[in-house]
């Protein structure tokens, strides 16, 4: 009998979660240029990602009650397929339609629901993989999506000053061959059930089992600390070194991203000889005190690296918090991976909102919203201190 490679499913979900960051980056770039060519105005423009956010909110919901009944391969293609014909229909419906913005928008939701597939569905199918470091395996999967994000960024930058900014639409033609491609990986690699019919704890015990409810807590905080930064990264970049805000834009997210990749590779070579509870806590401490440098610094350079740093402290959380919750809940099942994934699009939708209405309230002052944003990772500290008090006290997953 011929030997499965599960290399070649691990090679197809780190494409996914390159799919996904160029679903996530591409389209801000093009903010500006809607603007200028479609008319659109910026409040319209605010519209898009909120809807980007939400669509996959709905997309994880759903995948809690049908993913397991209608199968992962069936799923993870659709979310590629997905992914791939919203990409190209942006850069055909809003020449064909009446009122451009609609086109725009039909775009993203075809593309978020493919995001949204993506990120409840590629964790747990690499999770049922026999490989031997899960914990490292899961941060190396996770990284893709950071030099995923640092290739949009970057090649689409390339790509304009060689090409002009007027030809977004071929490059989006381009951007959409990756999920294409992914496609046939999908539909040639080996992938597992998680755990078979009838072994599951289902919603219903999930949502009656303590453990996973700090689990989730754990999630939304990981969450919300990673995106706030990601966000507002730009603006620190201007302030530190007083470039353009084309130029604050991509350097911004870019250096984040780098330093997020960085942490999440790392751990992936090293997570054997580590423990995973230890190097969260580690790292929420870190993370709190990179929000208060950037909030508090006098000095625009120490906000930049606060804002830099933070990269590194923040790119664990996720996949940790992903890893230690398949540890505590092996039955969790689909179920429990578009919880989390619910719980962590909830926390990066809150987090940034919750700065920059705060931010406006204090008369357009960031740091406020910042210092605030802090209390994500000082939550993050104390539920991982729980959870390793739980585990010392030889609290058995459920």
Same mark, same amino acid.
């Given at each position: 009998?011929?030997?499965? @490679?599960?290399?070649?499913?691990?090679?197809?979900?780190?494409?996914?979660?390159?799919?996904?960051?160029? %679903?996530? @980056?591409?389209?801000?770039?093009?903010?500006?240029?809607?603007? @200028?060519?479609?008319?659109?105005?910026?409040?319209?423009?605010?519209?898009?990602?909120?809807? $980007?956010?939400?669509?996959?909110?709905?997309?994880?919901?759903?995948?809690?009650?049908?993913?397991?009944?209608?199968?992962?391969?069936?799923?993870?293609?659709?979310?590629?397929?997905? %992914?791939?014909?919203?990409?190209?229909?942006? &850069?055909?419906?809003?020449?064909?339609?009446?009122?451009?913005?609609?086109?725009?928008?039909?775009?993203?939701?075809?593309?978020?629901?493919?995001?949204?597939?993506?990120?409840?569905?590629?964790?747990?199918?690499?999770?049922?993989?026999? #490989?031997?470091?899960?914990?490292?395996?899961? %941060? =190396?999967?996770?990284? #893709?999506?950071?030099?995923?994000?640092?290739?949009?960024?970057?090649?689409?930058?390339? $790509?304009?000053?060689?090409?002009?900014?007027?030809?977004?639409?071929?490059?989006?033609?381009?951007?959409?061959?990756?999920?294409?491609?992914?496609?046939?990986?999908?539909?040639?690699?080996?992938?597992?059930?998680?755990?078979?019919?009838?072994?599951?704890?289902?919603?219903?015990?999930?949502?009656?089992?303590?453990? $996973?409810?700090?689990?989730?807590?754990?999630?939304?905080?990981?969450?919300?600390?990673?995106?706030?930064?990601?966000?507002?990264?730009?603006?620190?970049?201007?302030? &530190?070194?007083?470039?353009?805000?084309?130029?604050?834009?991509?350097?911004?997210?870019?250096?984040?991203?780098?330093? =997020?990749?960085?942490?999440?590779?790392?751990?992936?070579? $090293?997570?054997?000889?580590?423990?995973?509870?230890?190097?969260?806590?580690?790292?929420?401490?870190?993370?709190?005190?990179?929000?208060?440098?950037?909030?508090?610094?006098?000095?625009?350079?120490?906000?930049?690296?606060?804002?830099? *740093?933070?990269? *590194?402290?923040?790119?664990? =959380?996720?996949?940790?918090?992903?890893?230690?919750?398949?540890?505590?809940?092996?039955?969790?099942?689909?179920?429990?991976?578009?919880?989390?994934?619910?719980?962590?699009?909830?926390?990066?939708?809150?987090?940034?909102?919750?700065?920059?209405?705060?931010?406006?309230?204090?008369?357009?002052?960031?740091?406020?919203?910042? #210092?605030?944003?802090?209390? #994500?990772?000082?939550?993050?500290?104390?539920?991982?201190?729980?959870?390793?008090?739980?585990?010392?006290?030889?609290?058995?997953?459920?």
């Amino acid at each position: 009998m011929k030997q499965k @490679n599960y290399k070649k499913t691990l090679f197809a979900c780190e494409l996914g979660f390159v799919t996904q960051s160029i %679903s996530a @980056n591409f389209t801000p770039l093009l903010f500006l240029t809607f603007k @200028n060519t479609y008319g659109i105005t910026l409040d319209k423009i605010a519209i898009i990602p909120l809807v $980007f956010y939400l669509t996959q909110l709905l997309v994880d919901l759903a995948a809690t009650k049908y993913a397991d009944k209608i199968g992962y391969r069936t799923c993870v293609l659709a979310s590629q397929v997905l %992914s791939a014909f919203g990409l190209i229909l942006m &850069a055909i419906l809003p020449d064909i339609l009446p009122v451009p913005f609609i086109g725009i928008l039909i775009s993203v939701v075809l593309y978020a629901m493919g995001s949204g597939l993506i990120e409840v569905l590629v964790s747990p199918i690499v999770e049922a993989c026999p #490989f031997e470091n899960k914990d490292g395996t899961m %941060s =190396m999967l996770h990284s #893709f999506y950071c030099w995923g994000a640092m290739g949009v960024i970057l090649g689409s930058t390339l $790509f304009f000053a060689a090409f002009g900014i007027e030809n977004w639409k071929i490059l989006t033609f381009i951007w959409a061959l990756v999920p294409l491609y992914n496609t046939i990986n999908f539909i040639n690699c080996p992938i597992e059930r998680l755990i078979e019919d009838g072994e599951g704890m289902g919603v219903r015990g999930l949502l009656k089992t303590p453990i $996973f409810w700090l689990m989730i807590l754990l999630m939304v905080c990981s969450g919300a600390s990673e995106a706030t930064m990601t966000q507002w990264a730009s603006a620190f970049t201007e302030a &530190a070194i007083g470039v353009s805000k084309t130029v604050g834009d991509l350097a911004g997210p870019c250096l984040f991203a780098m330093f =997020m990749g960085l942490t999440r590779m790392l751990h992936g070579k $090293f997570s054997e000889k580590l423990d995973l509870t230890k190097v969260m806590l580690f790292c929420g401490i870190m993370c709190v005190g990179c929000y208060l440098l950037a909030s508090l610094s006098t000095l625009p350079i120490l906000g930049l690296a606060g804002c830099a *740093l933070c990269g *590194l402290a923040v790119g664990i =959380m996720w996949p940790g918090s992903v890893s230690i919750s398949a540890q505590q809940c092996p039955r969790g099942g689909t179920a429990m991976f578009a919880f989390l994934a619910l719980a962590g699009d909830l926390g990066a939708t809150a987090g940034p909102t919750l700065v920059g209405n705060l931010s406006e309230m204090a008369g357009g002052d960031l740091k406020t919203g910042l #210092f605030v944003a802090t209390l #994500f990772p000082i939550i993050l500290v104390v539920g991982l201190i729980i959870l390793n008090s739980l585990k010392k006290a030889g609290k058995q997953p459920s």
